[in-house]
């Protein structure tokens, strides 16, 4: 009986564990359908659809896009003087050259920058919303690697609330999502996320609950970004199972990845090619809307 006992308190205790880990993973269950529809229509090109003279992130990027008609994502980060900019490292060795951080930089001074050699400069938010003007959807990903924080969340909504075309928002950060959540119910929100074991590498304790989805409890998003590269991850795989979230594909490299992963995620965002699904998706989605 004691031995009997033990078992059914064992079954208990893990019984308790599993409703605890669905409940921290558990997304956004409550919005509609046909709210998410318009950013799922067609693939998102990851900083634009960038080569040797169109650098990522920039206005070159985005036309190209544009033109091409696909979704876009984008990185926003702020200056020292509390401008909004679209880079997406912190700093501006690797682009432009000049081994400096961006959030200790003036916007006159970004403006001098040139991206990977060309004339292209790094674009303000409202540049590049100027641009696109509602032509194609966005994500736009909030950076959590500068000082500001979640603070940035809500100067983003300030220049994001009036824009007319569909957006998303994503960060890697749980509180910039809550943010959203809190403040700013009615904007899709996203929460991204990878697992870098399987990428080899290690993980801290913020990294494997990223990884894990645990701090969905803060943000409960609309919708995961997660990495491709890692999406075996349990926890990813139960929630796409359990709760059916829309899910989207980050970074997809080649036409035969994109193809392989269609039935897994809902959403692609890609670099490096120039995929031939978007087209066919566009086709799909208008007929389900007609």
């Known amino acids: 009986m004691n031995g009997l006992s033990i078992w059914m308190g064992a079954v208990c205790v893990l019984a308790l564990l599993g409703m605890l880990h669905l409940f921290l993973i558990a997304p956004n269950t409550k919005r509609k ?5 318009p950013v799922k229509t067609v693939l998102y090109a990851h900083r634009g659809l960038h080569d040797g003279s169109a650098p990522e992130n920039s206005l070159a990027a985005f036309r190209r896009a544009m033109e091409k008609g696909c979704g876009i994502e984008w990185d926003v980060r702020s200056t020292r003087d509390g401008e909004l900019i679209i ?3 912190p700093s501006a060795l690797r682009l432009c050259g000049v081994d400096h951080p961006l959030g200790e930089m003036t916007l006159e001074e970004v403006r001098q920058l040139r991206l990977a050699g060309t004339d292209e400069g790094i674009p303000t938010l409202a540049e590049a919303l100027a641009l696109v003007d509602g032509s194609v959807p966005l994500i736009v990903e909030i950076k959590h690697d500068q000082p ?13 609330k009036d824009y007319a075309g569909p957006w998303w928002m994503e960060s890697f950060d749980p509180r910039i999502v809550r943010w959203f959540r809190r403040h700013a ?3 899709i929100r996203g929460q991204l996320a990878y697992d870098p074991r399987r990428l080899g590498k290690k993980r801290t304790l913020m990294e494997t609950l990223g990884a894990h989805l645990l701090m969905n409890v803060l943000s409960r998003p609309d919708f995961v970004a997660y990495g491709c590269k890692t999406s075996r991850n349990y926890s990813f795989r139960v929630l796409r199972r359990l709760f059916h979230p ?25 670099e490096g090619f120039e995929p031939d699904l978007h087209q066919i998706w566009n086709r799909e989605e208008k007929e389900k809307l007609s």
Do not use: K, N
């Open 246 to 270: 829309v899910t989207a594909a980050w970074t997809v490299d080649s036409q035969e990845e994109s193809q392989r992963l269609r039935s897994q995620f809902d959403v692609q965002i890609f």
């Open 33 to 37: 359908a046909r709210e998410m529809r």
């Open 185 to 187: 119910p009615e904007v």
């Open 87 to 89: 880079h997406h490292d």
């Open 148 to 160: 500001l924080g979640v603070a940035l969340a809500g100067r983003v909504y300030d220049q994001m």
